[in-house]
């Protein structure tokens, strides 16, 4: 027979440094924000290493790479901050099973500090601020914020976590 199902378990070993990490995210992708918005005209930038990264004030209406960015806002603010309300539910439901490992707790954190941190602008804005732009002549990646860092740092740290897990036999 298998294992049995873990138990949903909010003890309080498992949730402190996963918030914490996610309060210090969401706090420092807004201060970034903030300072973005009172620094810098909407598309006005600079360039602080030529061809290849610049900080420049952008909207986002999208999601990630700021695709669906065509979408009616009456319904796509709605529809995208329920989706982000789904997925923070999830992770928060998943603090509660997840091993008692670091990495996995990080990872958790570093997601749901970004999806709080790009929830907020997107409540409050309708969109998202970035301002992140690196590129390579004409080829620019779409520009992204600490908030998309932190997602991405964190679902590359559940992957490594995954993949370099040993795996059990039997």
Sequence with gaps: MGEPAPKFSLHPGKLPVPLLLAVAVAVLDQWSKIAIVRSFG????KALIPNLFNIVHVRNTGVAFSMFSGM???????LLAGAT????????????YMP?????????GLILGGAFGNLIDRVRFGYVVD???????RFHWPAFNVADIAISAGVILLALEL????KKTG
């Design 163 to 166: 993949l370099l897990e040993p």
């Design 42 to 45: 909407l598309f006005e930038g």
């Design 72 to 78: 009616d806002p009456r319904w796509s603010v709605p």
């Design 131 to 137: 301002f992140l732009d690196v590129y390579w002549r």
């Design 85 to 96: 309300l789904i997925a923070v539910a999830g992770v928060v439901g998943y603090l509660g």
């Design 100 to 108: 008692a490992k670091r990495a996995t707790g990080a990872a958790l």
